[in-house]
């Protein structure tokens, strides 16, 4: 199984069931113990061969080049394989000492390589879980967060598990180094040794000292890049709208203000960051210096002013000093444990916030299975708001037949739209239930209810892909032909048939190359083409010339019967041939039936036919003067 099929249990990825970050970790890289495994024993012998790469020139020092060999157990065990004459076993210490050097740095690369491995293979793991939280999430969490913070969150903050991971893996390793060290150095000279260690408290005072400043500047600083992420993100969007009210000036100042904060706290961590390696390393110079001098004196004193058999010789203080130099990062690492995995679980926090954010729409364990097919719908008294005590629905009752073409009308801010989020269980009602054939939307499987309709919003969505692409969205396998008989259908052929590669033409970021209503067209085309019951438009009409708008009217009327239509719109133009007309206000239904019949009424929608149809009348009049032929049958059917 490769590391992106990896399959990681969510449950079990939640706080309950793992309880520390650190375990939470630690389980995206459970499927890569083995090169785990490999990276800890090429580990073991980094240390091995650091511990054993002093000694061929110890040796050759204190047993080989002087009168008086010295000897011990490792000496003995180097010489035993090495030829009886000086010169061979001079050049044998070269070999082996080369041979240290190249096997230390093999080791090395191949940790390195698989280090690389390791965090690219879980990082992905950690973003695809996070990505895929994201878009279980609700509505509502995302439109209470800024986009930014979770690009930011995907982006940077996925690599703080591999950090936990990665510092914890190389404390380890440090902890059992220093400790063979440690033991060697003390079978060497322990009154050197002791001496060596008299630092390591200022070490560890200077650790706690900036540790805990360091780790507050990086979560101010994280805080703040988060925001500027989505200042940015935020900005560009409003580029159209800035340059239309020439406010430039303003959104530069804008944005540069943010940038500021985040450099401020960039450098304020910088500062941190600079300042306590400059103590800690300050402090580890004087020990070197320290210890230096004290071991000169030692091999001065044992063989020159009072030799002694087993003194302190040059090859000691050689194998001494290497040691003493690797000591320090070990005892580095140690010391700056917690300043450094601070950081990255600060970013660990913020991934596993998302992951245990609670998911308000999300399937009941015994959700049942329901395949998409013609269906009756029915709003059972619903009422809704998107705040506690703030209703945008009110007892909303109706039933919409398999084929039937409807259309929820009404001024803006009267819960129209609401009426559609709840369809497709983007949010639950507060009261009351949409049911499909009588059954829940709540007890039946998310993917499942809303593979039952296709719906174009009033975005119009483009993706940056070929126009075949965009109208093949929702259903990838289309053929040509049905991607073309869907762009006929909702009125976008003509206009794409003179693109310069036709349905090949690459679309720029959000469709920024097409006008408002040739996106919509496609957007439209987009839902014809998916095999959903239920095709659902929010505002279909709004960027439409009447021309276009009667031809959008023709096309839904050919498809009454075969698609169960459902219509969200203020012009009222666009739904006299519906089977049934919902009049909504103040998130009520307060009418309801054919158009004839609410002209009939002379109610809230005959006020509202008035109206649109003064203003269609003052707007056809230039035309009108010049006998130009109706453009709309359906305006002067009914005025």
């Known amino acids: 199984m490769s590391p992106t099929d990896a399959r990681l249990d969510r449950n079990r990825l939640r706080a309950g ?95 390195m390589m698989i280090n690389a491995y390791l965090s690219a293979w879980g990082t992905t793991r950690v973003r695809a879980n996070l990505f895929g939280k994201l878009q279980r999430l609700d509505l509502a969490y995302h439109q209470s967060r800024p986009l930014g913070d979770s690009l930011y969150r995907l982006t940077t903050d996925a690599f703080g598990p591999w950090g936990i991971v990665d510092i914890t893996i190389g404390t380890s390793v440090a902890s059992v180094t220093l400790t063979v060290m440690t033991a060697i150095m003390l079978s060497r000279n322990v009154g050197l040794t002791v001496a060596a260690f008299a630092v390591a408290p200022l070490i560890l005072w200077s650790n706690w000292r900036f540790g805990l400043r360091i780790h507050q500047r990086a979560l101010e600083s994280k805080q703040i890049d988060a925001e500027l992420t989505a200042h940015i993100q935020q900005a560009m969007t409003r580029v159209p709208l800035s340059q239309a009210f020439r406010r430039e000036p303003c959104e530069f100042q804008r944005f540069d203000e943010a940038v500021s904060r ?33 071991g000169g004196w030692l091999v001065y004193r044992d063989q020159f002013l009072a030799p002694v058999p087993d003194g302190m010789t040059v090859g000691a203080l050689i194998v001494f000093m290497d040691y003493l130099r690797k000591l320090w990062d070990p005892l580095k690492w140690l010391a700056e444990f917690f300043s450094k995995i601070r950081t990255f679980e600060a970013a660990a926090r913020r991934v596993f916030f998302v992951l245990d954010a609670p998911e308000a729409i999300a399937d009941k364990p015994n959700a049942r299975p329901l395949a998409p097919r013609p269906r009756r719908l029915v709003f059972d008294h619903v009422s809704f708001g998107y705040e506690p005590g703030r209703l945008v629905l009110s007892d909303v009752t109706a039933t919409i037949a398999p084929g039937e073409m409807i259309a929820f009308v009404g001024p803006s801010g009267t819960g129209k739209s609401s009426l559609l989020k709840l369809m497709l269980r983007f949010h639950d009602p507060s009261r009351g239930a949409v049911r499909l054939d009588g059954v829940d939307a709540r007890d039946v499987r998310l993917a499942d209810l809303r593979a039952h309709f296709a719906f174009v919003t009033q975005d119009n969505l483009m993706l940056p892909t070929s126009v075949a692409e965009n109208i093949a969205y929702g259903r990838p396998s289309a053929s040509r032909e049905e991607i073309e008989a869907a762009a006929t259908l909702a009125g976008a052929a003509d206009f794409v048939d003179d693109l310069p590669k036709r349905y090949d033409t690459i679309l720029s970021e959000g469709g920024a190359n097409l006008s408002g209503g040739q996106r919509q067209r496609i957007a439209i085309a987009r839902a014809l083409l998916s095999a959903a019951p239920f095709l659902i438009l929010d505002e279909p009409t709004s960027a439409l010339d009447p021309q276009n708008e009667q031809m959008l009217v023709e096309t839904l009327h050919r498809l009454k019967r075969r698609r169960t239509i459902v219509l969200v719109t203020h012009r009222l133009h666009s739904v006299v041939d519906c089977d049934r007309i919902f009049m909504m206000d103040a998130g009520r239904i307060v009418e309801r039936g054919a158009h004839e019949q609410l002209l009939a009424q002379a109610g809230a929608y005959a006020a509202l036919w008035r109206g649109e149809l003064t203003e269609r009348q003052a707007q056809s009049a230039p035309a009108l003067e010049k006998s130009a032929p109706a453009r709309n049958p359906i305006f002067y059917r009914y005025s």
């Open 262 to 294: 985040s450099v401020k706290a960039v450098l304020r961590l910088n500062w941190q960051e600079q300042l306590y390696p400059l103590a800690r390393d300050t402090i580890l110079s004087i020990g070197s210096a320290f210890i230096l001098g004290y």
């Open 17 to 111: 069931a793992l309880r520390t970050v650190y375990e939470r970790a630690f389980y995206y890289f459970s499927a890569d113990w083995r090169w785990i495994a490999t990276l800890v024993a090429l580990i073991g012998v980094s240390v091995a061969v650091g511990l054993l790469e002093a000694w061929p020139l110890a040796i050759l020092v204190d047993t080989v080049l002087t009168h008086e060999p010295r000897t011990g157990w490792l000496h003995h065990y180097f010489l035993a394989v090495l030829p009886p004459d000086k010169p061979g076993q001079i050049m044998g210490l070269v070999l082996i000492g080369l041979a240290f050097q190249v096997v230390g740095y093999a080791a090395w690369m191949a940790r």
